[in-house]
């Protein structure tokens, strides 16, 4: 890894563990090079503006959207869980989230 | 049967409304395009013969009951990133394999009452990231000019499948330009409307600030006929703007340029931009000038830095998008042995599920919103996205478009540029501005260079739609005179390859 480089492989593994993404060694290795790139690349933004440049979230104004608090048809049980890799009762059945212990 | 899949969309409607031919013969006709070139293409990642021929004779029907509907029976392709009830949507990516939504996207309930037959589902880059579609975890799609060529992404397979006559409409999203980069390459017309002018509700989110599907055709009077369909306010997408559709039809239609003022932007030109390419964007130029334009130059000194704005914001905003492919609820699940816990299995199912486009922008986006980080990255991008907002709105005081070639480049090959990502990121220089700020911007083609088609962009504010089709109407129609009809009817014929 280049003595200049603005971010590390084991910082990209750190990374990837936190957005629960395993990676195997070798492409580890070379999305870690691509990633030091890019950001190279994109790091021009630090040079555009000022702290006087107000940032900006999304194109339009964005205000709070709601409805009366009336009931109206929603999927059933069966549609959402249509797509579940496993379900159980009418609910998501997802592997143990505690460990053994808790 | 076959003439019929070289007619436009208006003109099949016209034949549809008449009697002249029924919904499900032109229905079957694209159908039988799709048999014949799709093996070539890949176009499509599932074709729905048998739900297309049902919507076909209901469209029949409708006709009968005096159907007021401007494309009614006409069919359609529809990118794989919007939910349709029961068909499979997988966003290019092996996560979603098998997974049939349970609600139409709203463009699709849309297109449905609209009695547009919907013809199956076409291929994209991986949950819309790329230029190329070769991030698809099914395969590239070709283009119909050059089958050794991308169609552009991440919309190639709607793109590809109009410039191969398998459909005579299309559905795109754009988020950098993934509507109007494959417009621009396959010789097709694209368009992406103001931010918030069609429904999100039910269009897999990418980067949801900048996301926005729109209409795909081979004409300008097609793609404005379909943006007038899926154009509205939906409640059910709390960005979606609350304002009348700008008539877009009528613009097309009208097709006056005559004292319009049109900016060329100086930033969008020069180094990079293949001489072929230049060449046909002033002769476009000329053409709008001959018709009565005032021609400008414009500078929008912030444009160079939008791709690095854009590859920090849209990474971020995926990164958070897509954690909701979890394993949980929908999707694939890989190592649920019973003893590894949740976080285990998440973890293994998105290393399986991702190809290695998707994995390292969620790694980008992670980093760049990092404690530590974010402000010199993602605060700082969003700054930018303030400047060229403010670009915009200064050019616009002078102007009442601007334009722009689509591309830098003619389609490049398949696998020059896949393993290379800053290069294949150069591919939305011109389109990207356009998206951070929300504003409308169509793709058109303007001709070809060394036989293969180069686009032409413009720009308009935002809810001003309408000027995108005025002006590519203007340019349309007297292009189509210099070559007897769409550019596309050039394309190579595909049969029998």
Redesign the interface.
């Known amino acids: 890894m280049a003595a200049n480089s603005r971010i590390s492989r084991e910082e990209v593994a750190r990374i990837a563990a936190l957005a629960r993404i395993t990676l195997g060694e070798d492409e580890l290795t070379h999305l870690a090079s691509q990633i030091d790139g890019i950001l190279d690349a994109v790091a021009v933004v630090q040079e555009a503006a000022g702290a006087d440049v107000p940032p900006m979230s999304h194109p339009i104004e964005v205000n709070n959207v709601s409805r009366p608090d009336v009931i109206v048809p929603s999927l059933s049980p069966e549609a959402a869980l249509s797509g579940a890799p496993a379900s159980e009762d009418s609910r998501f059945r997802v592997p143990q989230i505690l460990g053994e212990e808790a | 049967m076959s003439d019929l899949i070289k007619k436009g969309a208006a003109e099949l409607a016209t034949l549809i409304a008449s009697g002249e031919v029924s919904s499900r013969e032109v229905t079957q006709a694209h159908l039988d395009q799709i048999e014949r070139v799709d093996g070539a293409i890949n176009a499509f990642l599932y074709v729905d013969a048998e739900g297309a021929l049902a919507q076909a004779e209901l469209a029949d029907k409708a006709r009968g009951n005096g159907s007021s509907s401007a494309l009614n029976g006409v069919p359609l392709a529809l990118k794989d990133v919007l939910t349709q009830k029961g068909i499979p949507t997988t966003c290019g990516s092996k996560i979603l394999e098998g997974?049939?939504?349970?609600?139409d996207a709203t463009v699709v309930t849309k297109l449905k009452n609209a009695g547009v037959v919907i013809l199956g589902k076409t291929n994209m880059d991986e949950f819309a990231m790329g230029s190329s579609t070769e991030n698809s975890a099914y395969g590239p799609t070709r283009n119909p000019w050059d089958v050794q060529r991308i169609p552009g992404g991440s919309g190639g397979g709607s793109a590809a499948a109009l410039a191969a006559f398998e459909a005579p409409l299309a559905i795109g999203t754009d988020t950098g330009g993934s509507i109007r980069q494959p417009a621009a390459v396959t010789g097709t017309v694209g368009v992406k409307p103001t931010?918030?002018g069609v429904s999100r509700y039910g269009l897999v989110a990418f980067s949801s600030?900048?996301d926005q599907a729109g209409p795909c055709a081979r004409t300008v009077l097609d793609t404005a006929l379909l943006h007038q369909i899926i154009a509205g306010h939906d409640?059910k997408d709390?960005?979606s703007?609350n304002a009348p559709v700008p008539d877009v039809v009528a613009a097309a239609k009208s097709a006056d340029v005559k004292g319009m003022k049109i900016g060329v932007v100086q930033e969008l030109s020069g180094d990079g931009y293949e001489k072929g390419v230049a060449d046909r964007f002033a002769e476009s130029l000329a053409i709008l000038e001959s018709l009565g334009a005032e021609i400008v130059e414009v500078s929008c000194p912030?444009f160079?830095?939008a791709?690095?704005?854009y590859?920090?914001i849209a990474p971020s905003e995926a990164?958070s998008n897509l954690?909701r492919f979890?394993?949980?609820?929908?999707?694939?699940?890989v190592g649920?042995d019973?003893a590894?816990?949740?976080?285990?299995?998440?973890?293994?199912t998105?290393?399986v599920g991702?190809g290695?486009e998707v994995?390292?922008r969620?790694?980008?986006g992670?980093?760049a919103l990092?404690a530590g980080y974010y402000d010199?990255?993602y605060?700082?991008?969003?700054?930018?996205?303030?400047?060229i907002?403010q670009d915009f709105s200064q050019a616009y005081q002078k102007v009442d478009v601007l334009v722009s070639p689509t591309t830098p480049t003619v389609a490049f090959k398949i696998g020059e540029k896949s393993d290379d990502?800053?290069a294949m990121?150069l591919n939305d220089v011109a389109t990207i501005p356009v998206?951070?700020?929300?504003?409308a911007s169509m793709s058109l083609p303007a001709g070809l260079s060394e036989g293969l088609p180069v686009g032409f962009q413009i720009i308009a504010p935002?809810m001003k739609d309408d000027r995108l089709y005025r002006v590519g109407g203007a340019l349309e129609r007297e292009l189509h005179k210099q070559w007897n009809g769409p550019l596309t009817n050039q394309a190579p014929n595909l049969v029998g390859q």
Do not use: H
């Open positions: 997974w049939r939504p349970p609600y931010y918030g600030s900048l409640p709390a960005t703007i912030n160079k830095f791709l690095g704005a590859y920090l990164s954690a979890d394993a949980m609820r929908y999707g694939l699940r649920d019973g590894r816990s949740a976080e285990e299995v998440m973890s293994m998105r290393e991702f290695s994995k390292r969620i790694i980008l992670t980093y990092s010199a990255f605060g700082s991008a969003q700054k930018v996205r303030t400047l907002t990502p800053i990121y998206n951070l700020a929300g504003v935002a």
